[in-house]
């Protein structure tokens, strides 16, 4: 896709400028290109799904789509070996620690994709007494996909939008991925004492 | 009715009765064991199928509605069971007469509080061992500070407890023990590849044996029959979408049915075609999701490939007409919402005509294979009696001798006037192997309805005329449909507003994760996955 | 054939003559071992490549196709991404097995490297019992798995590495077996000699009659099996134990799991094409001898290598055809088939042989 395909362009942007008021070393810039190069195109997703979007996710996987040719199709069933978990489906009380426990089970780096309106904000079930209103509530998002459930398409673009948010990441000397979980937390202080 | 009347009445004089379209019984607590087991062992009664049990809060008192079924006529009374005392509300259990009940109780232990006396294993079924209140009562206090998100992991409940009743008619508690303490569990769930989304089953092993599968449910409960009770009729259709999602156009079939039923609404002939051809499709793309789903937790990724390529064809056809893939809100109440589109005809004959190749192709690859078959056959059997006494329908109902299709047995729409079978395994094998090819044999007869139909859509209204404001008058109602996955059931009961007082889904689902525990036993733990795999059960659908 | 041998000795005795000889071996040793990590790794990035583009063919997909021309990229971006992936430490686990483990895995598949037949002169020791050592070595494997299992501190970890202990040491019966009938058919050890032994078009497949047949299908399902891949994958198993016992392993440490994985893969289609396939002995057909020229002119690592990757494929083949057995099936075929048939088999090779009824 063309740079000016995607929407939400400002944001991108927005994360450069902040990188280079930083400013890098030219060879420390080179690996960083490098390392992102090389996280952007190597995301293996967790297979969590807790509703209709896992359908869609199989469906993206499945001979039409094709995840494989981004080589997202190394899906890893434990958490420790995966890049990325992509919520789908409604995430309920019972199931929120379970979540989190598997987002403290990836390694670094990790992120996290709320795919479908459920993951996003409870869609549907939104005012249900039991329905978490969107996992960014109690986890860190880098990409939301609306839809219920999203076609694959747009799971694609989700994908494709991560790979852009990585690209201009930093990993030496910039902001540790570890402060996004603090910053997290600072945003969410009831959900850190529950830890 | 008369004659099942009176014999109610002689076993049990103090029941009193209710005409309708079903049966109903009301009798007291007290004699509703005694009068339960008459119900089944009789020779003419012979209810030896419980398709639905609700539980209800009327405000000033609580209680069960239970739907019975003869399996031989296929004659069906209600009975309703009443208690009015709201503090510590007991009553009988039946999960000794009607297996299926064990898990059914909990459930509405789970949302009333109603303890039932003499059930094995009263813990909750789908919510929190921490929740406070019970949600569906009707002063449920919904207040979130009672129940906050809450990050930390729930205690391993291995402490149960049962009321227990004594001869003499006394009540005491009982602890138990769901696991012994030398006992090896690993547990498979709820974040784990083949349980087919948030499942868990807590499996005591013995090396690779399976001893006791303890099923943990609630990771997906949404809540919905609570949510429904403040939705508009036409808002509570976009449920059934979500719960059982590859049985969409079923399940929501069933609930724009009941709620006809209640107005009194006739459909147009051209929607009720329509919308069993949709049926029809939806129940091939849903088996053949079963089919990639089943071969890839057997470790054979490549035949999962083959049935989504002609899944994809199906969801191309409801892409055209209805608007999505998923979740497609194509029925409304009258009919359906949009026109065909002009290439259905077409495409569905498409279809029609390459399914009975790939089909074969699905065998060559994979039902042929000696370690398929090796792995497959006699591998979690389950009885014709089981398959009854814990009410498992569907596919996985009829690979054990249990005729239950609904399509035949209580015909809707326009499905007593087709021509196909009901693919039932007479030898009742009731393996996993049947439960596999007895999915693959429903595709033909699908298509074989749909081709009886392509040809002929007439032309005319696709949605009968509806009331703006829909309330349905007093009363209450249920239908059953036959889903891809079973018998899925709607209930509903009004008191003449716009929001229904009590919508319950009875989903077929949930009877299927019942009877793991007891196909898995003394089987290995690559059984287990194979087991759910050829049940086939949606999550969302048994949580709701 | 072009001998790679002199290649060798040429920058052997240049070496000796600009400096003293504990010098020029060390100098030697350390190029020797930079050139075997470096075909270690590639080999490993081609073969996870070359699975992922095969798997896809045969599912009616593309496979990697946007990282570089044709995906060749995407095993590199694999690569960086998982050495800068997190090291977990992991509560309650063993410290040191548990880092041990993957090394002791990538250890033995590295150890069987120096045995292999690359081509003409290509050898980097020819021990008169090369192909003992290859068994022996191979086998060390088991134990990292074992370790890994018992050392995560976790359930399925336990039970994956419990089915690999179980599998690796009955198949392991199987390979020797099978192995054993082509020792007793060349009447040699020294991989050297195996390859010498099979010149001019004789490969054991044909010369041995049936028992090298059968043989060599023995070999062909239990190095499926020594390989933990489908249907015998069953230490992984994917869909039930989650990832089996290298569940809990996280970044590089994964990684070395995932390597040796291929690497094993290209190990037990070495041996085979060793054993079976003539080495990196052309394709030569007695009497053609236009023909046999042009088998000649291509040089002999290269028909190694295409050797190795054919009997790939068909292993490759298995796994993306097959459902997985259960682990008695899996136990019932070795010890009630495999091996009796086997055992069987050494006996006719050895009548076979004693009889001269080999060509």
């Known amino acids: 896709m063309k740079y000016d395909d995607f929407n939400d362009n400002e944001y991108i942007e927005k994360l450069v400028a902040e990188l280079k008021d930083a400013g890098t070393n030219v060879i420390v810039g080179k690996f960083d290109e490098l390392i992102n190069w090389g996280r952007s195109n190597s995301l293996w997703p967790l297979c969590f799904g807790t509703s209709c979007c896992a359908i869609e996710f199989m469906s993206l996987g499945a001979a039409r789509y094709d995840m494989a040719r981004f080589g997202f199709e190394v899906a890893r069933n434990s958490p420790r070996q995966a890049d990325y978990i992509m919520v789908q489906g409604t995430i309920v009380h019972r199931m929120a620690p379970v979540l989190r426990r598997l987002y403290e089970q990836l390694a670094e780096p990790k992120y996290v994709i709320a795919c479908g309106g459920c993951a996003v904000s409870g869609g549907p079930f939104k005012n249900s007494y039991c329905v978490l209103p969107g996992v960014d509530k109690i986890l860190p998002v880098d990409v939301y996909i609306p839809g219920c459930p999203p076609r694959p398409e747009a799971m694609f673009y989700g994908l494709m939008q991560l790979q852009r948010k990585i690209k201009v990441e930093k990993f030496f000397g910039g902001a540790n991925r570890q402060e996004k979980t603090k910053e997290f937390f600072a945003e969410h202080p009831e959900m850190e004492n529950q830890i | ?544 | 054939m072009f001998d790679f041998g002199i290649v060798t000795n040429w920058i052997d005795s240049w070496l000796e003559s600009v400096m003293p000889q504990w010098a020029a071996t060390t100098i030697e040793c350390v190029l020797v071992g930079v050139a075997l990590l470096l075909v270690y790794a590639l080999l490993a990035l081609f073969y996870i490549l070359y699975e992922r583009k095969l798997c896809a063919w045969f599912q009616c997909r593309l496979g990697p196709n946007r990282v570089g021309p044709w995906g060749l990229l995407q095993v590199f971006a694999d690569m960086f991404k998982i050495l800068i992936k997190e090291l977990i430490a992991i509560k309650g686990t063993d410290k040191f097995l548990f880092a041990l483990a993957p090394y002791l895995v990538i250890i033995a598949s590295m150890l069987v490297f120096v045995n292999l037949p690359w081509g003409n002169g290509l050898q980097l020791a020819d021990l008169n019992i090369g192909v003992f050592f290859m068994i022996a070595a191979s086998s060390i494997g088991v134990l990292g798995i074992l370790l890994a299992g018992w050392a995560s501190n976790s359930k399925y970890t336990l039970i994956g590495a419990m089915r690999s202990g179980a599998q690796m040491i009955s198949y392991e019966l199987s390979i020797g077996l099978s192995i054993l009938t082509i020792v007793l058919l060349s009447g040699t050890m020294s991989v050297s000699e195996i390859v010498a032994l099979q010149a001019n078009g004789g490969w054991f497949l044909f010369r041995g009659h049936i028992p090298a047949v059968i043989a060599f299908v023995i070999y062909l399902i239990a190095a499926t099996a020594e390989t933990n891949r489908g249907p015998f994958d069953l230490p992984e198993a994917e869909h039930e134990l989650t990832a089996g016992y290298h569940t809990e392993y996280s970044g590089i440490h994964f990684g070395f799991f995932y390597l040796a994985e291929y690497l094993n893969l290209f190990i037990v289609s070495g041996i085979a094409s060793l054993l079976f396939l003539g080495g990196w002995q052309p394709f030569n057909i007695a009497g053609l001898d236009m023909f046999n020229e042009v088998m000649n002119y291509i040089p002999s690592i290269v028909w190694f290598l295409l050797k190795a990757f054919f009997i790939s494929f068909v292993i490759i083949w298995f796994k993306w055809s097959f459902p997985r057995v259960r682990i008695d099936q899996m136990l019932a075929l070795e010890w009630k088939y495999l091996m009796p048939i086997g055992l069987f088999n050494l006996v006719l090779m050895a009548l076979v042989v004693v009889l001269g009824w080999h060509f």
């Open chain 2, 1 to 544: 009715m008369t004659n099942i009347q009176d014999k109610i009445g002689k076993i049990c004089p103090s029941a009193q009765f209710e005409e309708g379209d079903i049966l109903l019984v009301i009798v007291p607590d007290t004699d509703w064991h005694s009068l339960a087991l008459a119900l089944r062992d009789d020779a003419d009664l012979h209810f030896d199928y419980l398709s639905a049990l609700i539980g209800m809060d009327w405000k000033d008192s609580m209680g069960c509605i239970y739907y019975l079924n003869n399996t031989a006529t296929q004659e069906m009374i209600s009975v309703k069971v009443i208690t009015t005392d709201r503090e510590n509300p007991m009553l009988h259990s039946v999960s000794d007469i009607w297996k299926v009940a064990i898990f059914q109780e909990r459930e509405v232990f789970d949302m009333y509080g109603i303890k039932f006396i003499n059930h094995p294993d009263m813990r909750r079924m789908f919510l929190r061992n921490d929740w406070v209140g019970y949600p569906l009562r009707k002063d449920y206090d919904a207040n979130p500070e009672l129940n906050p998100i809450r990050l930390t992991d729930e205690e391993n409940e291995d402490d149960t407890f049962s009321i227990v009743e004594d001869e003499k008619g006394n009540i005491k508690e009982v602890k138990s023990k769901v696991f012994g303490d030398e006992e090896y569990i690993v547990n498979i769930g709820p974040q784990h590849p083949s349980t087919h989304g948030v499942m868990r089953f807590r499996t005591s092993v013995d090396g690779e044996t399976v001893k006791k599968v303890d099923v943990v449910s609630g990771y997906i409960h949404r809540g919905i029959e609570k949510m429904c009770e403040s939705m508009s009729y036409p808002q509570t259709l976009m449920f059934p979408d979500r719960m059982d999602y590859m049985s969409a156009h079923q399940n929501r079939h069933c609930l724009c049915m009941c709620i006809e039923k209640a107005l009194g609404i006739e459909v147009p002939r051209r929607a009720q075609v329509i919308r069993v051809m949709m049926d029809e499709l939806m129940r091939i793309s849903s088996h053949l999701l079963s089919y990639g789903c089943t071969t890839m937790d057997m470790g054979a990724t490549t035949a999962f490939f083959y049935g989504f390529r002609e899944r994809e064809k199906v969801l191309d056809i409801f892409d055209k007409t209805c608007g999505a893939r998923m979740s497609l809100h194509y029925n409304v109440i009258g009919g359906v919402c949009a026109d065909l589109h002009p290439d259905f005809a077409k495409d569905v004959k498409e279809l029609c005509k390459i399914l009975p190749s790939r089909l074969k192709e699905y065998h060559k690859l994979y039902t042929g294979n000696v370690i398929a078959q090796n792995r497959m056959k006699k591998v979690g059997v389950l009885s014709h009696e089981d398959a009854v006494n814990y009410a498992i329908t569907g596919p996985s109902g009829r690979a054990s001798g249990f005729s239950c299709d609904c399509r035949k047995k209580h015909p809707y729409s326009i499905y007593n006037e087709l021509d196909f079978e009901e693919v039932i395994d007479n030898e009742a094998h009731g393996d996993s192997f049947t439960r596999y090819l007895l999915r693959l044999k429903e595709i033909e007869q699908s298509v074989k309805i749909l081709e009886q139909l392509v040809d002929n859509i007439p032309e005319g209204e696709i949605c009968a005329k509806v009331p703006k404001l829909i309330k349905l008058p007093a009363g209450h109602w249920y239908q059953q449909v036959e889903a891809s996955r079973g018998t899925f059931g709607v209930y509903i009961e009004s008191i003449g507003e716009k929001t229904p007082f009590r919508m319950h889904f009875q989903s077929p689902c949930f009877n299927l994760v019942g009877v793991m525990d007891l196909c898995c036993r003394n089987h290995m733990i690559a059984d287990l996955i194979t087991i759910g795999a050829t049940l086939d059960f949606v999550i969302p659908d048994i949580d709701r």
